[in-house]
């Protein structure tokens, strides 16, 4: 494996750094109105994001690429293999996002809510200023660990003919004929990626345990 | 704190207020008239709807019958009603309630900013005057997990007055205390009561009541079974289950 190739992986690799940032912040924005929706007191908000988060909870991620991929094609929606992807990885992280702050707006204890009614504030100042300050220090720790699943999960992007990393390798692999080093090095790719994300949610995790503020 | 120009109309009026929580009765007819300046202690034993009836005049809870009219604004379910009322009525909460990711002078200058439409110098100005004012201004740039509960209540009464409210609602405000901070809260409370302010308390605390109280009310089961002066309260309670009561209470101190 010479350097073209190496240089071919590292392509592989910017992808997949990208396709998880394109995950992580279109499924961070659409998973916040998926948890301000799942938590509004409204129930009919309420039960048509739960049925979302059931819906890409309870289906594989493959499926979903497949679908948005073939399917809107079949319905004469032609995406780029990039456009699908980036499609089905925010739909996906915005319900597994959605579902993890709903569950840390609700740990944030009722008493902040009253507080911030009774003086008042209106529901945008008693979220942005009061609730999510709070609800995001609690979801920091699964949030994080949310991003390692993403990153890992990216592999999936490339049975819909997208060169991430995981296909990069695969590509060389044939190449070269030498698939035990190609994927070594893939795999310490991955683990640079992944384990500095798992060190600072475990950080997080001890600071948040820790009694004091 | 201005003086309350002297109005005849009462600040609080409730009528006929009946209250559910699903199948269970929490208010049953209850009728309130709080006049301007007037101070109230709401006593009764646990599960009597205390909470519940104050809790109703800033719209914590929603009543299904019954009319409460606040300030002149009638509490109908509208936004508009209930945000208006918000504005005018302060409350403090047993468990205070402060915003911990906030110092001090943040919790105290959130609202004003935020609803008042005050600038920072501005609202930072009358949140060091109450602050002082409850004689913790010293502390201002402290977040509330570094200070006592004693401190931490007297921020939220601050904080509540930075809004400056026409009426204070208090729940319990000194029940999550220890015993040797519960003197410097009521003492807060007391200054307030002498300054004018209109005060609704749930508060087991005779002290304070006989001290401050212009009219003490005594609910049971969701119904005011008895409304008096404090002292003809305290030396005479008419009703059987009022006795009980103040037995119980005495006994404990
Ligand atoms: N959110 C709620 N849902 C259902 N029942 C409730 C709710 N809040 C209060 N209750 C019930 O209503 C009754 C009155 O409660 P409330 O808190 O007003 O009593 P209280 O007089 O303040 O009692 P305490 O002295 O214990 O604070 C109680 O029986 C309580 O169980
Ligand atoms: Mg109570």
């Not at chain 1, 659409?30 to 739960?50: D, F, H, I, N, Y």
């Not at chain 2, 007037?38 to 646990?46: A, D, M, T």
């Amino acid at each position: 494996m010479g350097a073209p190739e190496f240089l071919f992986l590292l392509q592989g690799l910017k992808w997949t750094v990208l396709l998880s940032a394109i995950g992580f912040v279109g499924g961070g924005i659409v998973g916040l109105l998926v948890a301000l929706a799942r938590t509004s007191g409204q129930p009919l908000l309420e039960r048509g994001t739960a049925a979302y988060i059931a819906l890409f909870q309870g289906t594989p991620l493959l499926m979903q690429l497949f679908v948005v991929y073939y399917g809107l094609a079949l319905v004469g929606l032609e995406l780029e293999s990039w456009q699908a992807v980036a499609i089905g990885f925010t739909a996906n992280s915005s319900a597994f996002l959605g579902d993890i702050w709903r569950g840390s707006i609700e740990a944030v204890p009722k008493g902040q809510t009253e507080a911030a009614k009774a003086l008042s504030l209106s529901y945008v100042s008693r979220m942005r200023d009061v609730i999510l300050p709070q609800a995001i220090q609690i979801s920091l720790p699964a949030t994080v660990g949310f991003l390692v699943q993403l990153i890992k999960g990216t592999s999936l992007a490339s049975i819909v003919g997208f060169t991430e990393l995981a296909r990069a390798g695969n590509i060389v692999s044939n190449q070269t004929f030498k698939p035990l080093l190609v994927y070594a090095v893939i795999g310490v790719m991955y683990f640079a990626l992944c384990w500095p994300l798992s060190l600072l949610g475990s950080w997080l995790e001890r600071r948040i345990a820790a009694p004091t503020r | 704190m201005p003086a309350q120009p002297e109005r005849a109309d009462p600040l609080i009026t409730m009528e006929g207020v009946d209250k559910w929580y699903g199948e269970f009765h929490a208010l049953r007819g209850v009728n309130i008239e709080v006049r301007r300046g007037e101070k109230i202690v709401l006593c009764g034993p646990s599960g009597s709807g205390k909470s519940t009836l104050i809790r109703c005049i800033n719209h914590l809870e929603a009543v299904q019958k019954g009319r409460i009219v606040v300030d002149g604004i009638s509490l109908d379910d509208s936004a508009r009603a209930v945000d208006a009322v918000r504005r005018e009525v302060g409350m403090v909460f047993q468990s205070f309630n402060l915003f911990p990711h906030m110092t001090v002078l943040q919790n105290c200058t959130l609202a004003p900013m935020r609803v008042r439409g005050l600038n920072q110098a501005e609202a930072e100005a009358t949140a060091r005057k109450y602050l002082e004012r409850v004689r913790i201004g010293e502390q201002a740039a402290k977040y509330p997990a570094q200070l006592s509960g004693g401190q931490q209540q007297r921020v939220a009464i601050a904080r509540a007055l930075c809004m400056e409210p026409k009426v204070m609602l208090f729940d319990e405000p000194t029940s999550a205390l220890d015993p040797e901070m519960v003197k410097e809260v009521l003492d807060t409370m007391i200054g307030l009561a002498r300054d004018g302010m209109t005060m609704v308390c749930v508060t087991h605390e005779m002290g304070f009541a006989r001290q401050v109280a212009d009219r003490v009310i005594f609910m049971a089961d969701g119904e005011i079974l008895e409304e008096a002066a404090p002292e003809t309260f305290f030396k005479n309670p008419q009703h059987p289950r009022a006795r009980t009561f103040l037995g119980e209470i005495l006994a404990h101190h």
